[in-house]
């Protein structure tokens, strides 16, 4: 930690006003999502605590409004300051655990694919040309319609695996290209043939001595990717073919919250979607500063 | 030049192959056709019948190339929910997508255009510092949240413009058009704002990036030395060189427009492709998906084709015969 500190990093980190706003709304945000158990004033789920009186209330501040419930509430009384949080929370686990996945399946093909080399890596390469010219929305709501066609009693769980995996499998181009960009470099480094030499095997090579080595450009990557799974799953839950709607995420309530713009009540809507841009908006802005925190040509 | 063509177009046979190919093991694997058609109840000897006179007891490379020979001719079956062909639902939902993405295009261009060009030689100024802050809200705002917010402000709270359905329509033959009524345009304004929003805000910094590379060159400084009226430097001599990547991301940007607005039609309930294939997805509908799929596939190809082929008629230095020049 120590380290870390004193490192290059942390000073460039302390002397960007951009980076460290970015970085205290996304601290809120994930903490509120975290701990939305705790923190939450109500909880949105527990159909004992609702009551239809307290429905469609508008925010604290206008007329009408109650300081029980500080953004006002949707059409069954939930509180939408507590939905936010819970909804925070399944946007941001989809959105990580997918990032997630696709660093690993794009990490490792393009490792593979560059460290191998000949017909395998032109196939992946192939296939990563063929993914990059269509839209990833439209991938993965094509992934996510064959998942709902192959398992179409799916319950919660599966929904979110579907999903999940629909999402990841649209990102991870990106991270096979530059992991076999930067491979093929560091494949003829000295390194790498005095680990051969001394007969270290391929495998070991390629996870022990050249991963740590491309990772760099990865957690970049990682990040600024982090924003976009989050808005992939918002427009797919907003489209109706995201989260099962038992446990509603941020697209979800936006969804909900557009049948009632026309009766007056745009809180419903108008906060969940503030929230899908300040996560989103901060997390981008972290990964810009990320990027040139790490890349030596603008030190 | 004849060699880049042929290899363009090897290629993109080759995408729409495997575009056909993962459309085919849709039907094949997803869903049981003969189930579907016949039941739960069907006898074995019933189910080998049917199963014969659908050609599903070929060869594998036969089946597959039956798949391709019925696509190519438009036929993808029945739709599994609306009981109607593919066909019929596609030629019908077409002219709305495609008159949305052509007036959401034009929009784009159109203020994208000169916007860039603004904010590249008004550079550091307010007004072009306003339009580039303006533009980083355009690209990371998600396009259902533009909508939303467009609904909120014309339809609801000052009422001037609808927010769903296409309005009163022209049949002409079997393209349905929207154009040619005031309650069509009136109907089209805010979707056509919404899809065009991403496409506007990427032209904008695109072209003035490029401007920016443009105007630095030794080229413009001769024009300039040579006493050419700025107005004909930046128009006649720097725009014209930024149009050939603006010409490629517009293209290609065209078929994400299409795509994209399978958003923009959800959000405002328009009648087009995309809503089609929403509720395909949403229904596991598979014969809907596999055509939407070939469809856009076969869009995007020739999109991509079609922008390749431009780049000869724009920027004279690729009709020179060079090897190296393909790319």
């Known amino acids: 930690m120590a380290l870390f500190l004193d490192g290059d990093l942390w000073f460039s980190f302390k002397h960007s006003p951009t980076a460290v706003l970015a970085a205290i709304i996304a601290t809120v945000c994930i903490v509120c999502a975290v701990f939305a158990n705790w923190i939450a004033p109500h909880n949105p789920f527990d159909l004992a605590t609702l009551d239809l009186i307290d429905s469609r209330l508008p925010p604290a501040w206008l007329e009408g409004g109650s300081t ?39 990490v490792g093909l393009g490792l593979l694919s560059g460290f191998v080399g000949g017909s395998i890596d032109a196939f992946i390469m192939r296939v990563c040309d063929v993914m990059l010219s269509f839209p990833s929305i439209l991938v993965a709501l094509l992934i996510d319609g064959i998942g709902r066609a192959l398992f179409p009693n799916a319950h919660d769980t599966l929904a979110f695996s579907v999903l999940v995996f629909a999402i990841a499998l649209t990102g991870w181009v990106q991270y096979a290209r530059t992991v076999r960009g930067s491979t093929m470099v560091e494949r003829n480094k000295e390194y790498v043939q005095a680990a051969r030499v001394i007969g270290v095997a391929s495998w070991r090579v390629m996870f022990r001595h050249v991963l740590p080595n491309v990772l760099g450009p990865v957690l970049v990557l990682a990040t600024i990717q982090i924003a976009g799974a989050i808005i992939t799953e918002a427009t797919l839950s907003f489209l109706g073919v995201g989260v099962p709607p038992t446990s509603p995420s941020l697209g979800t309530l936006i969804r909900i919250g557009q049948d009632f713009l026309f009766s007056g009540e745009w809180w419903i809507t108008i906060f969940p979607g503030a929230m899908l841009v300040l996560i989103a908006l901060s997390v981008n802005l972290l990964g810009d500063w990320l990027r040139d925190a790490l890349n030596p040509r603008l030190r | 030049m004849l ?37 739960q109840d069907a006898t074995p000897e019933q189910r080998a019948q049917l199963r014969a006179d659908l050609g599903l007891d070929a060869p594998f490379p036969i089946q597959f190339a039956r798949f391709v020979g019925n696509a190519v001719r438009g036929e993808f079956g029945l739709s599994l929910r609306q009981g109607r062909t593919v066909s019929s639902l596609i030629v019908e939902r077409f002219p709305a997508t495609v008159e949305l993405a052509m007036v959401a295009a034009v929009i784009a261009l159109a203020a994208g255009i000169p916007m860039g060009v603004y904010a590249a030689l008004r550079r550091g100024r307010f007004g072009s510092q306003l339009l580039m802050m303006v533009s980083l809200l355009g690209v990371s705002l998600p396009t259902f949240l533009i909508g939303i917010l467009l609904i909120l402000f014309f339809a609801v709270v000052l009422n001037i413009l609808p927010s769903f359905g296409r309005g009163e329509t022209v049949a002409l033959g079997s393209w349905t058009t929207g154009w040619l009524t005031v309650d069509g345009w009136r109907h089209l304004v805010l979707p056509a704002i919404t899809l065009s929003v991403f496409q506007l805000a990427l032209i904008m910094r695109l072209v003035r990036a490029e401007m920016l590379e443009v105007l630095r060159t030794d080229y413009i400084k001769f024009a300039r030395a040579r006493g050419i009226t700025d107005r004909s430097v930046y128009f006649g001599h720097a725009l014209k060189n930024t149009l050939v990547p603006v010409i490629t ?66 920027d004279p230095r690729l009709r020179v015969e060079r090897p190296a020049a393909a790319h």
């Open chain 2, 249 to 314: 991301i517009t293209g290609l940007q065209l078929g994400a427009l299409i795509a994209f607005a399978i958003i923009t039609e959800t959000v405002f309930q328009w009648p087009g492709m995309g809503l089609l294939f929403i509720q395909a997805v949403q229904f596991a509908d598979i014969p809907v998906m596999a055509a939407y799929l070939c469809l856009i596939a076969l869009i995007f190809v020739l999109i991509n084709l079609f922008v390749d082929l431009l780049y000869f008629a724009v």
């Open chain 2, 3 to 39: 060699a880049f063509i042929i290899r363009r177009l090897v290629q993109a046979v080759i995408v729409m192959l495997t575009v056909a190919f993962i459309a085919f093991m849709l039907f094949q694997y997803v869903g049981d056709p003969v189930t579907n058609l016949l039941g």
């Open chain 1, 68 to 106: 029980k419930y500080l953004l006002g509430t949707d059409d069954q009384g939930r509180d939408i300051l507590s939905a936010l949080m819970y909804g925070s929370r399944i946007s941001l686990l989809v959105g990580l655990a997918s990032v997630a996945l696709s660093v690993l399946i794009g």
